[in-house]
């Protein structure tokens, strides 16, 4: 899973599988704003669960 930029901003995703958690990180011009946390099952996260976060991240704004 790589990164998703969008409006400026880029969204690297991180995850453990072991742990089931993961987090998106928010950078702008190569600064970190936000931590967007998350959980899953299975071996990855569903690629629609990730979009909704950075979805959601520009609604809260």
């Given at each position: 899973m790589?990164?998703?930029?969008?409006?400026?901003?880029?969204f690297e995703v991180e995850?453990?599988?072991l742990l089931?958690?993961?987090g998106?990180?928010?950078?702008k011009d190569?600064?970190?704003l936000k931590e967007l946390e998350f959980t899953f099952s299975g071996n990855q996260p569903d690629p629609e669960q990730i979009e909704q976060l950075v979805n959601s991240y520009f609604e809260e704004r």
């Open positions: 790589g990164a998703i930029e969008r409006n400026g901003h880029m995850y453990s599988i089931q958690k993961g998106v990180h928010v950078y190569g600064e970190f």
